[in-house]
T-cell receptor, first 112, second 108 residues
């Protein structure tokens, strides 16, 4: 079975541009998580969904960040406008009823 | 704010040595998880400990959850180069709180 799929794997953009990260969770999983990993702050939960509904978005840094889950097999994390301090690796993870989380390979974002 | 502190942050050892990584908090967690992350990949769950004082073994890895469910340790016996990676602990309350990680390098 395919694991969590994220795209793109790498993104380089300029400050002020819109960035959209995509995630396809494991089929059948009903919980989806977006994390950000940096050297300074480690791995931080940004937002998570249960059954496509956002449950906790308290980790979203600011209004420039938004996440959607239009259906059970797709989620996006959007940054608009992007800033250099948003440079990080963004992970998506999915689980079944909040049990073991399976992480995707991540999207490495560099904002110049 | 719940925090998990891991120590050491970096560890470089020779193949065959033993090591222990610590994960400490002032908060109580309902469970604690250990993950291993390799470069360019996401974290992979190694183990979950739930009961205070619980000890779990996974081949050469031994995981212990503190009696008060505030701390945990990971002990690796006879480390191998394949053990190289970032080890993360994560405490669960309403959400997973991750420690900063321990970067382990095992040299042949």
């Amino acid at each position: 079975d395919a694991g969590v799929i994220q795209s793109p794997r790498h993104e380089v953009t300029e400050m002020g541009q819109e960035v959209t990260l995509r995630c396809k969770p494991i089929s059948g999983h009903n919980s989806l998580f977006w994390y950000r990993q940096t050297m300074m702050r480690g791995l931080e939960l940004l937002i998570y969904f249960n059954n496509n509904v956002p449950i906790d978005d308290s980790g979203m840094p600011e209004d420039r960040f938004s996440a959607k889950m239009p259906n059970a097999s797709f989620s996006t994390l959007k940054i608009q406008p992007s800033e250099p301090r948003d440079s990080a690796v963004y992970f998506c993870a999915s689980s079944l009823w909040g049990q073991t989380q399976y992480f995707g390979p991540g999207t490495r974002l560099l904002v110049l | 704010t719940q925090l998990l502190e891991q120590s050491p942050q970096f560890l470089s050892i020779q193949e065959g040595e033993n090591l222990t990584v610590y994960c400490n908090s002032s908060s109580v967690f309902s469970s604690l998880q250990w993950y291993r992350q390799e470069p360019g990949e996401g974290p992979v769950l190694l183990v979950t400990v739930v009961t205070g004082g619980e000890v779990k073994k996974l081949k050469r890895l031994t995981f212990q959850f503190g009696d008060a469910r505030k701390d945990s340790s990971l002990h690796i016996t006879a480390a191998q180069p394949g053990d190289t990676g970032l080890y993360l602990c994560a405490g669960e309350s309403r959400r997973l709180i991750f420690g900063q990680g321990t970067e382990l390098s095992v040299k042949p």
